[in-house]
């Protein structure tokens, strides 16, 4: 069975671009969750979607939106790049459709660099 | 605010020996904790998920305890090997939408 993907690995943009990065889950998991790891702060929680539906968001900028589709895989998109967005997103996936009591499975991640 | 705090940061041990790692958290409300590893530059990888309801996991070489009151569960892991040079990451769910709550991690390295 495949596991979470993601993709690219990584990722190069400067200052003000947009970035886009995607994620897959395993198959017939509902739930997609993105994290952000950036040096020094330890992995914060980003988005949260279910069932193609924002359920939560991170303390995080409007400049970081995303969207699931009818596949269930999940898009993130950051706007307006800044030095601070340079980190290594990661995806992860459960089957639970409310959020809780499953294992979250994660992606191998996304390292944007912003220049 | 949950908060998640991870003891020690940084840990070497000879290989072979039993170690233990720590973890705390202030809201002691969690819906469950999981411990993961990543490997430099990797995603995470899942290692034991534990119940609120429940006070240890076991997999393996690995041990996961839970003591929901007082905000703590250790990873134990038996006779370490080199392929076990890490960070291990916990992380707490606490029921709502706010996904996975980590601390920063133990940085492993097992001297072969």
């Known amino acids: 069975e495949a596991g979470v993907t993601q993709s690219p690995t990584h990722l190069i943009k400067t200052r003000g671009q947009q970035a886009t990065l995607r994620c897959s889950p395993i198959?017939?998991?509902?739930?997609v969750y993105w994290y952000q790891q950036a040096l020094g702060l330890g992995l914060q929680f980003l988005l949260w979607?279910?069932?193609?539906?924002?359920?939560n968001r991170g303390n995080f900028p409007p400049r970081f939106s995303g969207r699931q589709f009818p596949n269930y895989s999940s898009e993130l998109n950051v706007n307006a790049l800044e030095l601070e967005d340079s980190a290594l997103y990661l995806c992860?996936?459960?089957?639970?459709?409310?959020?809780?009591?499953?294992?979250?499975?994660f992606g191998p991640g996304t390292r944007l660099l912003v220049l | 605010k949950q908060e998640v705090t991870q003891i020690p940061a940084a840990l070497s041990v000879p290989e072979g020996e039993n170690l233990v790692l720590n973890c705390s958290f202030t809201?002691?409300?969690?819906?469950?904790l999981q411990w993961f590893r990543q490997d430099p530059g990797k995603g995470l990888t899942s290692l034991l998920l534990i119940q609120s309801s429940q006070r240890e996991q076991t997999s393996g070489r690995l041990n996961a305890s839970l003591d929901k009151s007082s905000g703590r569960s250790t990873l134990y892991i038996a006779a370490s090997q080199p392929g076990d040079s890490a960070t291990y990451l916990c992380?707490?769910?606490?029921?709502?939408?706010?996904?996975?709550?980590f601390g920063k991690g133990t940085h492993l390295i097992i001297q072969p």
């Open positions: 992860a996936s459960s089957s639970s459709g409310d959020g809780v009591g499953e294992t979250q499975y």
């Open positions: 198959s017939g998991h509902t739930s």
């Open positions: 809201d002691s409300a969690i819906y469950n």
């Open positions: 992380a707490v769910h606490g029921g709502g939408a706010d996904g996975l709550t």
């Open positions: 979607y279910d069932e193609g539906e924002e359920r």
